[in-house]
Nanobody
């Protein structure tokens, strides 16, 4: 089992920045690829960013490329999502998730509770 706890999100103005973190406990953190997902009201959950087990490979949703950065610190069992140049359309509940495939190609078996990010225009 892997337990994931996201940091508190918040309210930020458009153009602002916010960093989310997700602390993992349970099994060996470096065994898992990690991802950030989001779900806006009335929309399906989408994958925002993925990072491989050692941080060597990352991928992003097209709409956040160049604005968001995913990173991880395996010594601290934590994954981060740095969000810059935020837009109102980034408003959503953000979730972190763990994937037992090293590159995140398997099922996302573990999820955090989610944290609200609201971007005002």
């Amino acid at each position: 089992q892997v337990q994931l706890v996201e940091s508190r999100g918040g309210l930020v103005q458009a153009g602002g920045s916010l960093r989310l973190s997700c602390a993992a406990s349970g099994r060996t953190f470096s065994d898992y690829a990690m991802g950030w997902f989001r779900q806006a009201p009335g929309k399906e959950r989408e994958c925002v960013a993925v990072i491989s087990w050692n941080g060597g490979v990352t991928s992003y949703l097209d709409s956040v490329k160049g604005r968001f950065t995913i990173s991880r610190d395996n010594a601290k069992n934590t994954v981060y999502l740095q969000m810059n140049s935020l837009r109102p359309e980034d408003t959503a509940v953000y979730y972190c998730a763990a994937n037992s495939h090293a590159l995140g190609l398997g099922p996302w078996g573990y999820w955090g509770q989610g944290t609200q990010v609201t971007v005002s225009s």
